[in-house]
């Protein structure tokens, strides 16, 4: 089966995978005005996919008017400031991430899990530096961003991960909160700053209201997706 370089999710609303058919994904939501928002921009080498998924959906890169991160990780933010030059629109982060955006560095990794030691020491966890325009704070609502997209703090895969609702459409964009790899799925362990902390907030994202769950990575669910997303996180609650 063919590639898509847009997969629509709900009106106004899709998902671009940056790296296979949904490794790694980006997403856009169209404003009233035809403007866009991007969500996340992947890996170094994403922005040539980025631009084919606009493409798809009738875009250009001139089109982008904001683009907003998830997370200060290679794999989210990689292409950020290829992306940011291309289109010209300003980013936001949230701000407990907006340092380690302007360094170029991501967040230290959790160092009481024995594998993040070792990775820590084989990969620097670099990227690009860029400038963090809109710091991000729990709550916010970015009404610009076709008709309302609510920011969720969900700490612990980095200080200042978030989770995005767009509250008009229903689709919530986890973040790395949660992976949807095989099933629906912890992220891995080695990558966050604080695990025990990633179980623990994303108990949030339970309970909001949404139709469809997104996923940085592992396609979207769209049956059930809350009740799907809530059982999961009851199962872990129990063990």
């Keep these: 089966m063919a590639r898509s370089p847009a997969v629509a999710l709900a009106p106004g609303v899709w998902r671009i995978p940056t790296a296979g058919r949904a490794f790694i994904n980006s997403y856009a939501i169209e404003g009233a005005d ?9 890996l170094k ?19 982008v008017t904001r683009i907003v991160l998830t997370h200060a990780h290679p794999d989210h933010v990689g292409g950020a400031a290829e992306v940011a030059r291309r289109t010209g629109a300003p ?14 560095q991501a967040p230290p990794r959790d160092q009481s899990i024995r594998g993040a ?5 084989l990969d620097s966890g670099r990227f690009p530096a860029f400038e963090v325009a809109q710091p991000l704070a729990d709550g916010d609502l970015l009404e610009e961003v076709g008709g309302g997209l609510r920011v969720v703090h969900t700490p612990g895969h980095s200080p200042g991960h978030v989770s995005l609702l767009h509250e008009p ?19 891995v362990r080695l990558f966050c700053t604080d695990f025990e902390m990633t179980q623990q907030t994303a108990h949030v994202l339970g309970e909001l209201e949404y139709d469809v769950a997104a996923f940085t990575h592992g396609p979207e669910i769209t049956d059930r997706a809350r009740e799907q997303v809530r059982g999961f996180l009851a199962r872990l609650s129990r063990e």
């Design 34 to 42: 035809g403007s866009v928002t991007l969500v996340d921009c992947g």
């Design 45 to 63: 080498r994403a922005p040539a996919r980025i631009v084919r998924g606009l493409a798809a959906i009738g875009k250009r890169p001139a089109d």
């Design 91 to 104: 980013l936001a982060l949230h701000a407990a991430d907006v340092p380690y955006a302007e360094a170029g």
């Design 117 to 121: 030691r070792l990775f820590t020491r």
């Design 169 to 187: 459409t229903r689709v919530l964009i986890t973040g790395d909160a949660l992976f949807n790899v095989a099933g629906v799925r912890w992220p």
